[in-house]
């Protein structure tokens, strides 16, 4: 159940809003977004800042402009934006095609902050400073000095002091795969030496009065507080020393980097974070105060750049287990006596053999399993060979995998450290119909964790261990490392087919649903078209007045067609050339008449249908 409004008396149901899509013919994968879990993100994001500012009687103000890199699809940004409207929050962009839609976001919006980084050429500029002039509140980040000169050029062609922002180059580093993102070799920014001839260069060029911003990034995902307040106590004391230089400094936008417990264990870890909103308000606010307390200066308007932060816990990607591979608790025994009945059995089938009837009556079952893991490997190596049969092999295999179920339940969690890789290697297999590089892609590229789990049969202890793998043909297109209790977990606690056994083989024909669950962050558009499956449907569900949940959007996934258009193939001439090439095999008797109709529609719809298995 999600709770958009943070009340558990009006939950919504992921299994019944999975049975009102099926009743829509909206079919899984989906992206259930809940626009109620953002609008309440971005409400305690404002009310932590508002409170530490009242507690410490900070001078400044607070916003968060939201960076559309994070999750640029529309309905997102409109929820952001709208929501945004009403309690101060902006927009970040980060590059041409992103400020055109910041500007058709903002439209309507003049008060609203648009923060404009990313590098940028004289158009781009020169568009920032036209927006101003229009009258948005349009602030341009300079991230590398030649901008100096564009934002000169623009604002003498257009006769307008734009107001703009400079990016420094922190020596505060950000943590773990973002570590690299500042320092002196960071890729964005001006060093401290660059800031001071630009204010020269400005002050020689009358246009200081337009810097009204400092901005820094350290990178995504601090997980660390202490990144955050080091990052926090440089940047006061740059603002101390740029406004005593004579820069009109108003704002101090520390970036990002607000970080999200996928795998709620509050530590100082990847995948966690060690610190809360309210901590993370109080550290910032209380540092930038302290440090221009000291010199006697104003307190700045606070900014953040938050995104993960905002909008990660909002969207949960929904997929159907397709099958799973078991591996046999009980060895076939007629395949067992046929190949002991052979002529001269190999020793190493034997020898499984032996370990697997000693696994039945003995306490030392951990010796036995080393006996089965040494024979077979001695079986395989047979086997390689030219020296075993397929028949011997895969009793071998049978009997082993026997021993190892055994292992499992007669251990429980007190498994020997000996035995510590057993419950990887005899994990089932389930198969997801996904694409993790398309849906997923920080769980493959920098192994990051996200909670998992069915959506449904709640009331049932999942038994079985488990990991996933998706429909692409790539090895790599697997999850197997889970949120774990301080450490990942490498399998998955999940159901069996109803009545007992394998998805796809035992008659279940109930759907098995998984949740995967803060997805709202970078994984939409950073997922790739491997094996061109595309975007996933996605549906924005909120709750009605009187409780009930309604779809307010759906924004249906891409077909076959489209992927397939962006690598070139024209759908129209496939359809042409594969149509005439059935023809000829109709008329040459190759095809029936029927058979070929088949083909011929099977064809049509394939190209208008769902890249996913449907
Ligand atoms: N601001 C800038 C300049 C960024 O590059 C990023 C992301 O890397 C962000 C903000 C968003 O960071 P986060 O999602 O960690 O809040």
Known sequence: EAYPSAD??????????????????????????????????????????DAAIAEGGYGGGYSCAYPIKVNQERHVCEVIRDVGARIGFGLEVGSKPELIAGLA??????????????????????????????????????????????????????????????????????????????????????????????????????????????????????????????????????YVELVRAGAPLEILDIGGGLGVDYDGSQSASESSINYTLEQYASDVVYRVQSVCDEAGLPHPNLMTESGRALVAHSSVLVCEVIGSRVFPADPDMGLVERSLAAEDPPQPLLDVYQAYRRSADTEDLAEVYADAEHALSEAIGLFNLGYMDLISRATCEELYWSIGASVLSHFGDDLPESLSHLPDRLADLYFVNLSVFQSLLD???????????????????????????????????????????????????????????AFGQSGDTDPYYLGIFLTGAYQETLGDLHNLIGDTNAVHVTLGDDGRWRIDAIVEGESVRDVLSYVQFDPKEIRKTLRSDIESAMEEGRLTLREGASLRRFLDQGLEGYTYLE
């Open 443 to 501: 769980s493959w590229g920098i192994d990051q964790l996200f909670p998992i789990m069915p959506i449904h049969r709640l009331d049932e202890e999942p038994m079985r261990r488990g990991i996933l793998a998706d429909i692409t043909c790539d090895s790599d297109g697997r999850v197997d490392r889970f949120p774990g209790d301080g450490e990942a977990k490498t399998t998955l606690e999940l159901h069996s087919a109803r009545g007992g056994g």
């Open 8 to 49: 558990p008396a009006y939950p919504i149901d992921l299994e019944e809003v999975m049975r009102g899509l099926a009743g829509r013919e909206i079919t899984s994968p989906v992206i259930i977004r809940l626009p109620g879990i953002l609008e309440h993100r971005m409400r305690e994001l404002r009310r932590v800042f």
């Open 105 to 238: 976001l903002t439209q309507g919006f003049n008060e609203m902050p648009l923060v404009c980084n990313g590098f940028k050429d004289a158009e781009y500029i020169e568009t920032v400073v036209l927006a101003a002039k229009m009258g948005r509140n349009i602030i341009p980040v300079v991230e590398r000095v030649t901008e100096l000169r564009l934002i000169y050029e623009s604002a003498t062609a257009h006769e307008v002091l734009p107001t703009f922002g400079i990016r420094a180059k922190l020596a505060s580093a950000g943590v773990g795969r973002w570590a690299d993102s500042s320092g002196i070799r960071g890729k964005f920014g001006l060093t401290v030496g660059e800031i001071l001839q630009a204010v020269d260069y400005l002050k020689s060029e009358n246009l200081l009065g337009g810097l009204k911003m400092l901005h820094c990034h350290v990178g995504s995902q601090l997980f660390d507080i202490r990144a955050v307040k080091y990052m926090v106590s440089e940047m006061a004391h740059l």
